[in-house]
T-cell receptor
Framework: AQKVTQAQTEISVVEKEDVTLDCVYETRDTTYYLFWYKQPPSGELVFLIRRNSFDEQNEISGRYSWNFQKSTSSFNFTITASQVVDSAVYFCALRDSNYQLIWGAGTKLIIKP | KAGVTQTPRYLIKTRGQQVTLSCSPISGHRSVSWYQQTPGQGLQFLFEYFSETQRNKGNFPGRFSGRQFSNSRSEMNVSTLELGDSALYLC??????????????FGQGTRLTVV
C-alpha cells in the first residue's frame, strides 16, 4: 500500500536558520512521482517540485533544495537561510499508477523574525 | 493563464442538506481531482475525473459524488450532510492522460461548514 510519512508535525526556527523537512514514502510501484507542496494560510496548495523515481539527482532552486534517496525511500526538503515568508504547512505527496496523490500529514513550519 | 477557480469560497449548510461545489480547471487541463482536508484526517483523495469519466475514487461514502462536463469543469455533490463533512474541499487540475507525472494545480478551496 502507498503511504507518505512526515514525522515532523511542527518545526519552529529563527529567521536565517536552515531547516530540513523530512518525507518518507512507501510504494510497490517501480515508477512513481514525488511532490512537495506549500500551503500558506490562504489555503491554496502551491506546487514546489516534482521528482520521478528514476531521477535521483538532487535539485536546488534558489534557497530550496531537495534530496531524493531511493535507498531510504526519502525525499527531504531543505530551506536555506529561512525567511518569515516561508512560514506555511508543507506537504509531501506520492503519485503512482493509481493516479491519485497520497499525502503526508504535513509539517507546519514557523519562521520567527 | 487563469488558475483553478473554485466556487463558492465559503458555505454554511445545515445537517441533512445537500451541497454542490464547482471547479473550473486551467484551460487545456482535462483531469480534475477533488480532495477533502480536515485537521483530523489531513488531505484525503475523493475522486478524479478525466474526459468526463471517473478514473479513480477514494474511500468515501456514496453521499459524495461528482461529475465532469465536456469543457472539463467539474462539480462535486455531497448529499445528506453530516457535521463531519465540515472541511476544506480542494480541487486540483492537471493535464491528465495516461502520464501520471504531471503536477496538479490547486484552487483556493471551498470551506464548507455544516451546522
Amino acid at each position: 500500500a502507498q503511504k507518505v510519512t512526515q514525522a515532523q508535525t511542527e518545526i519552529s526556527v529563527v529567521e536565517k536558520e536552515d531547516v530540513t523537512l523530512d518525507c518518507v514514502y512507501e510504494t510497490r510501484d517501480t515508477t512513481y512521482y514525488l511532490f512537495w507542496y506549500k500551503q500558506p494560510p490562504s489555503g491554496e496548495l502551491v506546487f514546489l517540485i516534482r521528482r520521478n523515481s528514476f531521477d535521483e539527482q538532487n535539485e536546488i532552486s534558489g534557497r530550496y533544495s531537495w534530496n531524493f534517496q531511493k535507498s531510504t525511500s526519502s525525499f527531504n526538503f531543505t530551506i536555506t537561510a529561512s525567511q518569515v515568508v516561508d512560514s506555511a504547512v508543507y506537504f509531501c505527496a506520492l503519485r503512482d499508477s493509481n493516479y491519485q496523490l497520497i499525502w503526508g500529514a504535513g509539517t507546519k513550519l514557523i519562521i520567527k523574525p | 493563464k487563469a488558475g483553478v477557480t473554485q466556487t463558492p469560497r465559503y458555505l454554511i449548510k445545515t445537517r441533512g442538506q445537500q451541497v454542490t461545489l464547482s471547479c473550473s480547471p486551467i484551460s487545456g487541463h482535462r483531469s480534475v481531482s477533488w480532495y477533502q482536508q480536515t485537521p483530523g484526517q489531513g488531505l484525503q483523495f475523493l475522486f478524479e475525473y478525466f474526459s468526463e469519466t471517473q478514473r479513480n475514487k477514494g474511500n468515501f461514502p456514496g453521499r459524495f459524488s461528482g461529475r465532469q462536463f465536456s469543457n472539463s469543469r467539474s462539480e462535486m455533490n455531497v448529499s445528506t450532510l453530516e457535521l463531519g463533512d465540515s472541511a476544506l474541499y480542494l480541487c486540483a487540475s492537471s493535464l491528465g492522460g495516461e502520464d501520471y507525472n504531471t503536477e496538479a494545480f490547486f484552487g483556493q478551496g471551498t470551506r464548507l461548514t455544516v451546522v
